[in-house]
């Protein structure tokens, strides 16, 4: 859904580097799918979406990241708010999507406590990436 969005604002998916697949395919279990986007599942844990999520913000290609979290699992734990506090240490924009209730809206408010937006469905934050590329582009015209 995001991906297509994406697109369809004339944004192109990144093309991960062939050692960037390899590593999510050895990190991650068999049934998460490493291509754009990466899909973790449902089950996917704090650790599994750190692996991804460094690997690929140290992908090249990559520009910008669009985690898409499901609090209300069980397999993610609170810890997640820290491993993306310490991933904007990249230096590449991470804009986050969380859909849910009440515990979900409390973690997404300790994620923007951090600098880190949180937008409650896919479209609001694809329009919020579309605004940081189009201000990417503008700042380089300028100089």
Do not use: W
């Not at 093309?15 to 996917?44: K, M, Q, W």
């Not at 650790?47 to 690929?56: D, I, T």
């Amino acid at each position: 859904m995001a991906a297509d969005a994406l697109v369809e604002r004339g944004l192109q998916l990144a093309h991960y580097e062939p050692a960037t697949v390899e590593l999510l395919r050895a990190e991650l279990p068999p049934f998460c799918i490493p291509g754009n986007p990466v899909d973790l599942t449902g089950s996917a844990t704090s650790r599994e979406y750190e692996v991804a999520m460094r690997a690929l913000l140290e992908d090249p290609n990559v520009d910008l990241l669009m985690p898409f979290f499901v609090f209300q699992d069980t397999p993610l734990d609170e810890r997640i708010i820290d491993v993306v506090a310490e991933m904007r240490s990249y230096g590449k924009p991470i804009v986050c999507c969380a859909a849910g209730g009440p515990y979900t809206r409390e973690q997404a408010r300790r994620l923007e406590e951090l600098g880190v937006p949180v937008y409650p469905i896919p479209e609001r934050a694809v329009a919020a990436a579309y605004a940081l590329v189009a201000y990417g582009r503008i700042r380089r015209e300028l100089g």
